[in-house]
């Protein structure tokens, strides 16, 4: 049984930092690209950052790039999402993602998900 568990996620003001970990179980991690995608409310899920099988590619979408970084730790089965200087509209449901094709932004390419972690940030 694949397992994706995402943590980290809470109550943040603006300006701070978290760092959402997902582990994943149940899958050959090494062998899939992992992503992070978020969800605010009424809005439709965005992708935020992947990083490929071995960890040494990462891509962003524009506005995040320089405040998060995604990382990876294939001993622990592991991606990491670290946020830094957060703002109000970071203001999602955080979810990660495995699949088998490094690179991609979209959902869809990706068999696995994770069932999501709040991250609140306040002004």
């Known amino acids: 049984q694949v397992r994706l568990v995402e943590s980290g996620g809470g109550l943040v003001q603006a300006g701070g930092s978290l760092r959402l970990t997902c582990a994943a179980s149940?899958?050959?991690?090494?062998?899939?690209?992992m992503g992070w995608f978020r969800q605010a409310p009424g809005k439709e899920p965005e992708f935020v950052a992947t990083?490929?099988?071995?960890?040494?590619?990462?891509y962003y979408v524009d506005s995040m790039e320089g405040r998060f970084t995604i990382s990876r730790d294939n001993a622990k089965n592991t991606v990491y999402l670290q946020m830094n200087s957060l703002k109000p509209e970071d203001t999602a449901v955080y979810y990660c993602?495995?699949?088998?094709?490094?690179?991609?932004?979209?959902?869809?390419?990706?068999?696995?998900w994770g069932q999501g972690t709040q991250v609140t940030v306040s002004s």
């Open positions: 993602a495995a699949g088998p094709y490094s690179g991609s932004r979209v959902g869809e390419m990706y068999d696995y």
């Open positions: 149940g899958i050959t991690f090494s062998s899939y690209a």
């Open positions: 990083i490929s099988r071995s960890g040494g590619s990462t």
